[in-house]
Nanobody, 116 residues
Framework: VQLQASGGGLVQAGGSLRLSCTAS????????MGWYRQAPGKQREEVAI???????DYVDSVKGRFTISRDVAKKTVYLQMNNLKPEDTGVYYC???????????WGEGTQVTVSS
């Protein structure tokens, strides 16, 4: 299984970006898909995840601005990011946790830069 993320870029504060991440391969059941980010000099943090039942969860700092969604048939997770702030800058990684079999996969990351 490999994860391919896209959609990062440079945007001014207040702008929007949409990230997408698609999993290749077959023979697994999607459990959790999510987005994490790592800012320079900081630890990686969870931004948004969507669980098996489809319920999303967000870190407080992005609530009301970011929306996570997924297309299970396409094995793709999206992150719509609106009203971006400079503190949203970082490398965004997608994650896929599967069951049957149980496994955890990470994408290579996509850079998001928000200028003030």
């Amino acid at each position: 299984v490999q994860l391919q993320a896209s959609g990062g870029g440079l945007v001014q504060a207040g702008g929007s970006l949409r990230l997408s991440c698609t999993a290749s391969g077959s023979g697994f059941t999607i459990n959790v898909m999510g987005w994490y980010r790592q800012a320079p000099g900081k630890q990686r943090e969870e931004v948004a995840i969507i669980g098996y039942g489809g319920r999303p969860d967000y870190v407080d700092s992005v609530k009301g601005r970011f929306t996570i969604s997924r297309d299970v048939a396409k094995k793709t997770v999206y992150l719509q990011m609106n009203n971006l702030k400079p503190e949203d800058t970082g490398v965004y990684y997608c994650r896929l946790a599967t069951i049957n079999p149980t496994a955890d996969y990470w994408g290579e990351g996509t850079q998001v830069t928000v200028s003030s």
